[in-house]
């Protein structure tokens, strides 16, 4: 399986601040890499798929990059709304489909 | 608008089967989509369990395939999950979720609110 690894697990941070969150994969993945929030007793919703490709209604203020092994989720300026945990999810090598085991942004 | 609902009973024994529905709406599981599910340890992080494709094929997790057996019925509406042998470890919320593929990744674009599932006597 490939194991895919966020960090921080925790993050801190003020309305207004740009945050970003990686994912590293255990193998190469090339851009097959996607992200999620998730609100608390929410069911995930997606955000970015493809490494960088913003999923229909999804704010501005989110983008993604990278390719390869490492990756990343960016917030230009947070709002209230954007805290959350983030998860990233691999399907280059299925099966399994695999996660990330997420990223809490909390509000400072 | 695509509508997915899991339901099922929330208290399973230790031993017994766990089973639950995903009721479709808005699509259907004979669209060229592949349907999944997957659980969460309540404070945790995502665990794929497998998917079953429009034709009726499927894919599993290794490490719960042994358990699992994912299936239509007949109405194409709705898809089901079966885990065998289940313990504590299984108590999660379980997501029933729509796949879609763009730019070659496959991602899950349309999810359950999910159902806590609790193994206990």
């Known amino acids: 399986d490939i194991e895919m690894t966020q960090s921080p697990s925790s993050l801190s941070a003020y309305v207004g601040d740009r945050v970003t969150i990686t994912c590293r994969a255990s193998q190469t993945i090339g851009s097959y890499l996607n992200w999620y929030q998730q609100l608390p007793g929410k069911a995930p919703k997606l955000l970015i798929y493809a490494a960088s490709t913003l999923q229909s209604g999804v704010p501005l203020r989110f983008s993604g990059g990278g390719s390869g092994t490492d990756f990343t989720l960016t917030i230009s300026s947070l709002q209230p709304e954007d805290f959350a945990t983030y998860f990233c999810?691999?399907?280059?090598?299925?099966?399994?489909?695999?996660f990330g085991q997420g990223t809490k942004l909390e509000i400072k | 608008q695509v509508q997915l609902q899991e339901s099922g009973p929330r208290l399973v024994k230790p031993s017994e089967t766990l089973s639950l529905t995903c009721a479709v709406s808005g699509d259907s599981v004979s669209s060229d989509h592949w349907w999944s599910w997957v659980r969460q340890v309540p404070g945790q992080g995502l665990e794929w369990i497998g998917e079953?494709?429009?034709?009726?094929?499927?894919n599993y997790n290794p490490s719960l395939k042994s358990r699992v057996t994912i299936s239509t019925d007949s109405s194409i509406i709705q898809f089901s999950l079966h885990l065998t042998s289940v313990t504590a470890a299984d108590t999660a919320v379980y997501f029933c979720?729509?796949?879609?593929?763009?730019?070659?990744?496959?991602?899950?674009?349309?999810w359950g609110q999910g159902t806590l599932v609790t193994v206990s006597s």
């Open positions: 999810q691999q399907s280059y090598s299925i099966p399994p489909y695999t």
């Open positions: 979720a729509r796949e879609r593929t763009r730019s070659g990744t496959t991602f899950f674009d349309y």
């Open positions: 079953i494709s429009h034709s009726g094929s499927t």
